[in-house]
């Protein structure tokens, strides 16, 4: 089993380029999240996925979008990049609905320019 | 807004010491209470979780809830510096989603 995995590991973009960032898992979790953490500021919840076909909005979303392509799959979007976008995201599985644990990929590091 | 609130440190302690992790929380409604350990540079694993008030013992680490002082603490005994990391306190009702907070950096010296 991988778990949780993340790509790319490391991206550098210019102001207003978009990129997405893709996770996908082989837990058979029903959840999904997409956290950023920014030093000093721990880990803050942008989007999360419930359940396949679902999608809400977590304490920072504005400026990205995700989509839930299917139960293993949940890709975040960033459509105009901006610096204060600069951050480590990871993406996360379980933890909710029964699943004790929240395992958490091995992050990606984003530095726009 | 919900808060989890940990002290950032870094808490120093001699190898083989107990090292003393605190967290409090702001919502009289979460149930479950999550320690997670992350290494620098690598992503967050967890070490232990309690539902209930008291202590619950794994190996050398030790949960402590008290849900009347809305507070929760993980104990390292016999510290190594291998446990040198940060700790992320996390917490959650039954059906939300977890709230972390900013995480204490606990450094071991030999």
């Known amino acids: 089993n991988a778990g949780v995995t993340q790509t790319p590991k490391f991206q550098v973009l210019k102001t207003g380029q978009s990129m997405t960032l893709q996770c996908a898992q082989d837990m058979n979790h029903n959840s999904m999240y997409w956290y950023r953490q920014d030093p000093g500021m721990g880990l803050r919840l942008i989007y999360y996925s419930a359940s396949e076909g679902t999608t809400d909005k977590g304490e920072v979303p504005n400026g990205y979008n995700v989509s839930r392509l299917n139960k293993r799959e949940f890709s975040l979007r960033l459509e105009s990049a901006a610096p204060s976008q600069t951050s480590v995201y990871f993406c996360?599985?379980?933890?909710?609905?029964?699943?004790?644990?929240?395992?958490f990929g091995p992050g990606t590091r984003l530095t726009v320019l | 807004q919900k808060e989890v609130e940990q002290n950032s440190g870094p808490l120093s302690v001699p190898e083989g010491a107990i090292a003393s992790l605190n967290c409090t929380y702001s919502d009289r409604g979460s149930q479950s209470f999550f320690w997670y350990r992350q290494y620098s540079g690598k992503s967050p694993e967890l070490i232990m979780f309690?539902?209930?008030?008291g202590d619950k013992e794994d190996g050398r680490f030790t949960a402590q809830l008290n849900k009347a002082s809305q507070y929760v603490s993980l104990l390292i005994r016999d510290s190594q510096p291998s446990d040198s990391a940060t700790y992320l306190c996390a917490v959650s009702s039954v059906t939300d989603k977890l709230i972390f907070g900013t995480g204490t950096r606990l450094q071991v010296f030999p």
């Open positions: 996360a599985s379980g933890g909710l609905a029964g699943d004790i644990e929240q395992f």
């Open positions: 309690i539902y209930s008030n």
